[in-house]
């Protein structure tokens, strides 16, 4: 009776342990995401405040969106030989005196620098924090449900930051969009050292250098390029020399890892059907979404004529549906199992956006926006958990870090690139239309096609999960490679 108390408290000690584990790491997952598009309200104080000029005060926003997206690849190779605990601590301790710099900075340049250094940290940082995750939560259940919290707190995260920054500027000032950052760098390095132990592969290997050089060019080129035609033209000889530049070195990248007896990441890894289909379908998920949280809120300020923290505040009821999609998301996978559940939450999710792009200039707030908001967000609570778990069946104490770096440099490179390519359709429509409308008219026109055209790249991940993906329900985590 004695012993079975004592197991009984143990497990207890050990259940309680990992949700404080799960706690810490969700939360810093919740600040890097956040501080993905923090900024975007906050951008009119920034310029005014500091004197940036346009093409400056785009890379506040896209200097931190390449720098993490470049570096996760490379930080979660680093992770699984060097430590994921130690990478990831370095990885905040990073972010949190980036976070200092930009909240402090007194010219563009120190902003610029410091959110190219906050990207850098959270790349070390959110890979090996997944990676503590999926080892922490073995079993297939367990895991799944611990995975799809930390993913639905990304995505709350990512939508969060528009309300907290418009809180933040509209009382106080844009530099708390930084430095709300603080206390939860000094919470996670006094707390997690003390909940979790270290880990890394147990096969001693070399890091793979020009398979490293390579993956962090061709995203940093190709979102560049993007960036540069969004700016000037389609066709700009700037544009295409880069775009065509990051093409050479992807086929470049996949001759370096064929070749290599230690690659970054090895195409088996890769040919595993679950973690290349999720991958595939997040980088088209990804990209519709970033870009319509983005002409969203210009469209709820431009148009609608919202002030920053009304505009914020718009926001709330999509971080409301993505906590109901969150709930749900566990429950259809059971009910239907991941491919079904898949499928069906990213139809939602079209849906939402087929829905939103139907609006008028005339339609007010509760008419033309927040149904269509609370339809989308569903689907994407429902959907983001459930890729993230498929995306990570079958890792393993030795490739962790990868597959979390891979999953989470997907979602980085798509949301870059669908920001670029969907922002530059909307003002291109936009402009065609300029001579024939007011401007609030074609900024509403030109924010519909580009809604349309995130519809239709949703509706290809569902179509991608339907006709690729074999369906399992309660096995999810524990197929291997």
Not at 152 to 174: C, D, E
Not at 214 to 242: F, K, M, N
Not at 359 to 383: E, F, H, K, N
Request: hydrophobic share 55%; aromatic share 8%.
């Amino acid at each position: 009776m004695t012993s079975t108390s004592t197991a009984d408290a143990a497990s207890v000690r050990g259940n309680g342990r990992r949700r404080a584990v799960l706690t810490v790491l969700c939360s810093v997952q919740f600040m890097l995401n956040l501080d993905d598009n923090v900024v975007s309200i906050a951008l009119a104080s920034v310029r005014d405040d500091l004197g940036f000029g346009t093409a400056g005060l785009a890379w506040v926003v896209n200097g931190y969106i390449l720098a993490f997206g470049g570096f996760l690849l490379l930080s979660g190779r680093v992770a699984d030989l060097v430590g994921r605990r130690r990478v990831f601590l370095s990885g905040v301790t990073l972010f949190g005196a980036a976070s200092v710099l930009c909240g402090l900075a007194q010219e563009p340049w120190q902003l610029m620098a410091g959110r190219f250094v906050q990207g850098t940290g959270a790349a070390m940082a959110s890979p090996a924090a997944l990676a503590l995750l999926t080892l922490l939560y073995p079993g297939a259940r367990e895991r799944a449900k611990a995975i799809g919290i930390w993913g639905g707190t990304a995505a709350l995260g990512a939508t969060s930051g528009l309300v907290i920054s418009g809180a933040l500027t509209g009382f106080a000032s844009w530099r708390w969009v930084f430095l709300i950052n603080v206390p939860v760098v000094l919470a996670t390095l006094v707390l997690l050292p003390r909940l979790v132990a270290e880990s890394r592969s147990e096969r001693r290997t070399r890091i793979d250098t020009p398979g490293a050089v390579l993956i962090t060019a061709v995203p940093v080129l190709l979102v560049y390029g993007l960036l540069r035609a969004s700016e000037t033209r389609w066709g700009d000889i700037g544009s295409t020399v880069a775009m065509i530049a990051a093409l050479l070195l992807a086929i470049a990248f996949v001759i370096v890892e064929t070749r290599t007896s230690e690659p970054l990441v090895p195409l088996s890894f890769l040919a595993f059907r679950p973690r290349a289909v999720a991958n595939g379908a997040t980088l088209l998920f990804s990209a519709a979404f970033y870009a319509m949280a983005f002409l969203l809120m210009l469209h709820i300020q431009t148009v609608l004529g919202y002030e920053p923290f009304t505009a914020g505040l718009a926001y709330l009821p999509f971080a409301v549906g993505i906590l109901a999609g969150i709930w749900l998301s566990s429950r259809a996978v059971n009910r239907l199992g991941d491919r079904w559940a898949l499928v069906t939450s990213l139809l939602i999710s079209a849906a939402g956006l087929l829905l939103m792009s139907g609006i008028d200039r005339a339609d007010t707030y509760a008419w033309g926006v927040l149904p269509a908001l609370l339809v989308t967000s569903l689907g994407c609570g429902m959907s983001l958990p459930a890729l993230s778990v498929t995306a990570l069946t079958g890792t393993t104490e030795d490739n962790a870090g990868i597959g979390s770096a891979l999953l989470s440099s997907v979602q980085q490179l798509g949301g870059a690139v669908g920001l670029a390519v969907l922002v530059t359709l909307a003002t291109r429509h936009s402009d065609a239309l300029s001579d024939t409308v007011d401007t609030q008219q074609a900024s509403t026109e030109g924010f519909a096609y580009a809604l349309t055209v995130a519809a239709i790249l949703v509706g290809l991940a569902a179509v991608l999960i339907a006709t690729m993906l074999r369906n399992r329900s309660a096995s999810i985590g524990t197929a291997v490679d």
